[in-house]
């Protein structure tokens, strides 16, 4: 019987519904100021690409190189952060526009909590952040996921297990 492998496509939609679902939450409860949150979200992304990176090998009877299973996590990381922009655009444009007002008021009672911040810089600090959020969401999306993708990619890759087969050690004829 053939182990059916599981691709990069489901495990990203997968992993890329969690971290929906767990933002939803957030929004939901207002849970935006414990700042730990935003760390479990990317705990288990990690987790689940490490995960799902070993079981690739395992699927591929551990007949796979580090490189193969590198490019199986980072593809994964790929879809994740192909639909997690989507999603980011979706929520702060349509879904949750209140969102950025509360990300903003946030961002201001963190910045007058540090002494050395006049309200002149603060209000700059501000209007900065309202012109640039969307850009900065979108890149901090894709460079936040595929950072923690790479590292995730990387740890996976180094501790599952690896017996690749040599093509050259095979004679033929």
Same mark, same amino acid.
């Given at each position: 019987? #053939?182990? +059916?492998?599981?691709?990069?496509?489901?495990?990203?939609?997968?992993?890329?519904?969690?971290?929906?679902?767990?933002?939803?939450?957030?929004?939901?409860?207002?849970?935006?100021?414990?700042?730990?949150?935003?760390?479990?979200?990317? =705990?288990?992304?990690? /987790?689940?690409?490490?995960?799902?990176?070993?079981?690739?090998?395992?699927?591929?009877?551990?007949?796979?190189?580090?490189?193969?299973? @590198? =490019?199986?996590? @980072?593809?994964?990381?790929?879809?994740?952060?192909? &639909?997690?922009?989507?999603?980011?655009?979706? /929520?702060? +444009?349509?879904?949750?526009?209140?969102?950025?007002?509360?990300?903003?008021?946030?961002?201001?009672?963190?910045? #007058? +909590?540090?002494?050395?911040?006049?309200? #002149?810089?603060? #209000?700059?600090?501000?209007?900065?952040?309202?012109? @640039?959020?969307?850009?900065?969401? &979108?890149?901090?999306?894709?460079?936040?996921?595929? @950072?923690?993708?790479?590292? =995730?990619?990387?740890?996976?890759?180094? &501790?599952? +297990?690896?017996?690749?087969?040599?093509?050259?050690?095979?004679?033929? =004829?």
């Amino acid at each position: 019987m #053939e182990t +059916k492998i599981t691709t990069h496509i489901v495990k990203g939609l997968m992993l890329s519904a969690l971290s929906i679902v767990f933002s939803i939450v957030v929004y939901v409860f207002n849970l935006y100021d414990i700042s730990w949150l935003n760390w479990v979200n990317t =705990a288990v992304l990690m /987790a689940g690409l490490i995960y799902g990176t070993i079981l690739y090998a395992n699927q591929n009877n551990n007949q796979v190189t580090f490189g193969n299973l @590198f =490019a199986h996590g @980072f593809k994964t990381t790929a879809v994740v952060i192909v &639909i997690t922009t989507i999603y980011t655009v979706i /929520a702060f +444009k349509f879904l949750f526009p209140d969102m950025v007002d509360k990300i903003i008021d946030i961002s201001r009672k963190q910045m #007058e +909590k540090n002494p050395k911040m006049t309200d #002149e810089m603060i #209000e700059q600090a501000i209007t900065m952040t309202k012109k @640039f959020f969307m850009p900065f969401a &979108i890149g901090g999306t894709i460079l936040g996921t595929g @950072f923690m993708g790479a590292i =995730a990619s990387l740890i996976g890759a180094g &501790i599952a +297990k690896k017996n690749p087969v040599d093509p050259f050690n095979n004679p033929t =004829a």
